[in-house]
């Protein structure tokens, strides 16, 4: 495997940098109309009164849809309804409001200036009602979910109350991480254009078939009348994971306008209608023997989902799998609020889980006064201790070890406030990175075409990571083409079915059906040469030729060789094609599958002002094999990168009186910007993992994140000795030392 790894520079670079790659609401369309979304004002209650005679009047307005006039749906909209990915949308089928922000209206005209301005000439009354939105408060009413996310809602291992017997040193302590939304660059936007019974959406999505699957579904329509093409993404981390009212009300405004129609989601309708990630409160019992063996861990997971769907942050995943402890309770439970639904956000439940465990862990290590990656090593799971199963691989040792040797961690001197450089105090900080290691079944089809290129397809997706990149590489090195020779088709429902790219499961799931496909249409391209009188290779035995920058060559006499356009040229000009579908076998039976990071971070605090800058995150992974170092290091980056934004920067402030997040842009909702990122260190370790597929390849689309906010808190321990349990840590803070709900 020559190219696999290699760090190619994106094939679709040019494209992005000359702004020729064509997202969802470029595409052009004749007749165009542009659509803009009305969302509610109020958290809860109903729609009194539409009056919108003055936006119909207003010059190119050719549609106002309202609860009034929207086509009914089957089942009032909901035939779709299949959580977690099939949602329950808002869809104009009553005068319901359940939060602020809430889809209400659509208004359609010629231009957007014209629609934005009809929209705003809308005039909605409300009968308001008493919105619940107290997440504390509203904790007492708290429920426990079912399977959520097809997991146990909650565990128990052991005998609790004999590890807690067993345990001298004691942890309990609350942690708390706030409601955030997704703002990638590209706010969601769909196109529908119908031609009779045929509906084609262009879409930002994670995932075409899901959205196609989930539109026809919603609209009570056969899944082949609906296409669903989307060739790029300007970022999704979940939030495109899942279809929502705006796509649906895209293809309903155009059915009704008989005009395709566009509608891009505006920047503060990113927050609420289209998930993010509810906030938590997550309690942590730890309990350990004075040589830091853990006797007993309890984790109470509370989190926010909406009065319309059950959505839970499933915190407790990653302490469930993360350490020897013989016993263990975990419960998850959700708090319904008159809020938008959430959804999956990048690594859903580590992010916000490995946050509280990881900091706990810290605690524990400070109470028993042991070094924290010594207090990790002595409860090293070898197996993974929830499952009881071995590990298809685990480096995390190793990512300990270079970890801590190129961050310098021996220079840590314990006691907090203890690492100073006049001004500044220094923070140095650790936890344990971890996200599963996903697969499901992909499908993928190769073409060698009569010029001697080939054309390799899966209805895949590539939210930015690389997908086109790196499955050229898989095509290319089991073709034996050059990569420029191969073009990589995705982003469309009528192509060979590919999951969702969520879980960060696509390269995962993705290449070892591209490698099949790809094998199998070199094998007939050979087998064609081979049979041949023609061609120089004619007779060969099969074991002795390969494929060679696009021809077929004899292993023995190199120079006895024949290119791809001329074996096909011969044979009648015709294309050859495979295709191939691959999945997982009994393995995910037998071995758990995860990939581990160690992370370290080193935090300057300014000690009159309490300012926090990450100076160096060290962030060492084992996460199998890499397709592409450049691409892989840049998503690892990326998820580095959002932790400190998760850590110092990120929340999502809901005004309590009214429902509304009051930071609906990204001026007031803080995302790191180049001055909060310095130096970031990534290492990925050469680890094989023999049982993930043929190509070993674990995913690294979400274990970036995981282990950032609490190697940032612990370090921010360290430099000032004030512990912050509740994310971001902002300087006040730090300032009020801080004022932990412990419930000790
Ligand atoms: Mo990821 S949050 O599963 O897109």
């Known amino acids: 495997m020559t190219l696999i790894g290699q760090p190619l520079d994106r094939t679709d670079g040019v494209l992005k940098v000359t ?39 207003l010059p190119g307005v050719l549609l106002v849809m309202t609860w009034l006039n929207a086509p009914k749906l089957p089942q009032g909209g909901k035939a779709g309804f299949n959580p977690p990915a099939g949602r329950y949308l808002s869809l ?33 009354t409300y009968q308001s009602q008493p919105a619940t939105l107290d997440f504390h408060a509203e904790k007492a009413n708290a429920h426990a979910p079912d399977n959520p996310q097809g997991r146990q809602t909650d565990t128990r291992r052991g005998d609790y109350d004999a590890g807690l017997r067993d345990g001298p ?135 926010n989902t909406s009065l319309i769907e059950d959505w839970t942050e499933t915190c407790c995943m990653v302490t469930r799998m993360s350490y020897a402890v013989p016993n263990q309770i975990t419960t998850h439970r959700i708090v319904p609020l008159n809020v938008g639904t959430p959804t999956f956000m990048r690594a859903p439940g580590e992010t916000t889980g490995s946050f509280a465990l990881e900091s706990a862990m810290d605690e524990l290590a400070a109470e028993l006064k042991m070094d924290p990656l010594q207090l990790r090593l002595k409860n090293y799971a070898e197996v993974d201790p929830q499952e009881n199963k071995p590990w298809s691989s685990k480096a ?22 203890s690492m100073r450089s006049g001004n500044t105090l220094i923070g140095l900080g650790m936890a344990t990175a971890t996200y599963p290691a996903n697969r499901s079944e992909a499908a993928a ?18 939210i930015g990571t690389g997908t086109y990149t790196v499955m050229t590489q898989v095509a290319a090195d089991a073709l034996g083409f050059a990569p420029e020779n191969i073009r990589f088709a995705l982003g469309d429902s009528t192509l060979p079915p590919a999951p969702g790219s969520g879980g960060s499961r696509s390269a995962a799931s993705v290449s070892p059906a591209v490698r099949d496909a790809a094998t199998q249409v070199r094998d007939k391209l050979i087998a064609l040469a081979l049979a041949d009188s023609a061609s120089p290779l004619y007779g060969t035995n099969v074991a002795d030729v390969t494929v060679q920058n696009g021809w077929v060559t004899s292993r023995k006499e190199p120079s006895k060789r024949d290119p791809a356009a001329a074996i096909l040229a011969r044979a009648g000009g015709q294309p050859i094609e495979a295709q191939a579908s691959a999945k997982s076998g009994d393995e995910r039976q037998r071995y758990s599958f995860h990939s581990f990071g160690a992370v370290f971070a080193e935090v300057h605090v300014d ?53 509304r997040f009051t930071n609906m842009n990204l001026a007031e909702y803080h995302v790191p910007v180049n001055a909060d990122v310095q130096a970031l260190d990534v290492v990925v370790l050469d680890e094989v ?20 906010p609490a190697a940032i808190a612990n370090a921010v321990y ?21 004022s932990p709900r412990t419930t000790a």
Not at 689 to 708: A, N, Q, R
Request: net charge positive.
């Open 689 to 708: 993992d023999p049982y993930i597929s043929s190509l070993g390849v674990k995913g690294i689309g979400e274990i970036g994140i995981t282990g950032v």
């Open 169 to 303: 040193v004691r942890i309990d302590a609350v942690y708390t991480t706030p409601m955030e939304h997704h703002n990638p660059m590209e706010p969601h936007a769909t196109m529908a254009v119908w031609d009779g019974p045929q509906l084609t959406l262009y879409d930002s999505t994670q995932g075409v078939s899901g959205a196609k699957n989930a539109v026809a579904k919603t609209l009570g329509i056969a899944p082949d009348r609906v296409r669903v093409i989307s060739p790029f993404i300007g970022g999704g981390f979940g939030g495109k994971g899942s279809s929502w009212s705006h796509v649906t009300l895209a293809a309903m405004a155009a059915k009704q306008t008989g005009r395709p129609v566009r509608l891009a989601l505006e920047r503060p309708q990113m927050f609420g209608p289209v998930g993010g990630r509810p906030c938590t409160e997550q309690h942590f019992v730890l309990a350990a023997k004075h040589d830091g063996t853990l006797t007993a861990m309890r984790h109470d997971s509370f989190s």
């Open 92 to 124: 104009l089928q009553d005068n319901q409001v359940h939060y602020s922000n809430e889809p209400v209206a659509v208004v359609v005209a010629d231009t957007l200036e014209h629609a934005t301005d009809a929209a705003r000439q809308l005039r909605i």
């Open 396 to 417: 995390l040792r190793e990512c300990y070890r270079v970890g801590a040797e190129r961050f310098g961690w021996s220079r840590r001197t314990p006691a907090p406030r």
């Open 445 to 462: 089809l190769a073409r060698i075409l009569p010029d001697g290129t080939a054309l390799v397809a899966s209805g895949t997706q590539d």
């Open 19 to 57: 702004g020729e790659a064509r997202y969802a609401a470029e595409f052009p369309e004749a007749r165009l109309a542009h659509a803009v979304m009305v969302t509610s004002t109020i958290a809860r209650g109903t729609i009194a009164s539409i009056d919108a005679s003055r936006a119909q009047a």
């Open 718 to 738: 360290h430099a000032t000795g004030v512990r912050v349990r509740d994310l971001p840590i902002t300087l006040d803070k730090v300032m009020a030392g801080h």
């Open 607 to 659: 000690a009159d002002f309490n300012t926090i800058r990450v100076a160096k995150i060290t962030a060492v992974y084992g996460v199998g094999r890499l397709l592409n170092q450049k691409t892989a290091r840049s998503q690892l980056m990326g998820g580095l990168v959002w932790g400190i934004g998760a850590a110092l920067e990120e929340e999502s402030q809901l005004d309590p009186r009214y429902g």
